[in-house]
T-cell receptor, first 116, second 114 residues
Framework: NAGVMQNPRHLVRRRGQEARLRCSPM?????VYWYRQLPEEGLKFMVY????????ESGMPKERFSAEFPKEGPSILRIQQVVRGDSAAYFC??????????????FGPGTRLLVL | AQKITQTQPGMFVQEKEAVTLDCTYD???????LFWYKQPSSGEMIFLIY??????QNATEGRYSLNFQKARKSANLVISASQLGDSAMYFC???????????FGKGTRLHILP
């Protein structure tokens, strides 16, 4: 049973370009979460999605960032017009369906974004 | 607002000794879960252990155990018989049962010495 897959693992962009980060959840998981980790910091929640729905985007910056989880295919985190401050590790996590609160989120390997 | 505090930025421990990583949390919500994750130098986040706020017993997973003291709002991770491969960053985290996001502490960097 493959874990959470993220690609690319490393991404270099120049200021002003777009970054697209992909995440395929674990088999059987329908909940996807995106987190951002700045250097020497813990992870910070960005957005929670289920298939075709954004459930909670309270951690997403208001501009330039968007996320989707289409009916088919991976979840995408999109950053438009990247700036140096967007350089970070972006982690995707998935969890199985359910709402008890005990569902563990399993993380992918992360995408390291470097903006030059 | 919920908060996780890890007061030890770094620790050095001799191999084979037991290690306790401190974690305190702050919430007024009675229903929550506590997590520990390990992040080795390769960068991935590895789930280690979970404790629910209503669980009567402390969680254990192999060499990992969670010392849950609800009244003190502490959730320390204990690693028994430490190994060189335990060297990593360790994050304590919390999630309210009614919520979806996990809130992370700043982490403790553990170094196991041979």
């Amino acid at each position: 049973n493959a874990g959470v897959m993220q690609n690319p693992r490393h991404l270099v962009r120049r200021r002003g370009q777009e970054a697209r980060l992909r995440c395929s959840p674990m088999k059987g998981h329908s909940h996807v979460y995106w987190y951002r980790q700045l250097p020497e910091e813990g992870l910070k929640f960005m957005v929670y999605l289920q298939k075709e729905n954004i459930i909670d985007e309270s951690g997403m910056p208001k501009e330039r960032f968007s996320a989707e989880f289409p009916k088919e295919g991976p979840s995408i985190l999109r950053i438009q017009q990247v700036v140096r401050g967007d350089s970070a590790a972006y982690f995707c996590a998935s969890s199985p369906p359910g709402n008890t609160g005990r569902e563990t989120q399993y993380f992918g390997p992360g995408t390291r974004l470097l903006v030059l | 607002a919920q908060k996780i505090t890890q007061t030890q930025p770094g620790m050095f421990v001799q191999e084979k000794e037991a290690v306790t990583l401190d974690c305190t949390y702050d919430t007024s919500d009675p229903s929550y879960g506590l997590f520990w994750y390990k992040q080795p130098s390769s960068g991935e986040m590895i789930f280690l252990i979970y404790q629910g706020s209503y669980d009567q017993q402390n969680a254990t997973e192999g060499r990992y155990s969670l010392n849950f003291q609800k009244a003190r709002k502490s959730a320390n991770l204990v690693i028994s018989a430490s190994q060189l491969g335990d060297s990593a960053m360790y994050f304590c985290a919390m999630r309210l049962n009614r919520d979806d996001k996990i809130i992370f502490g700043k982490g403790t960097r553990l170094h196991i010495l041979p």
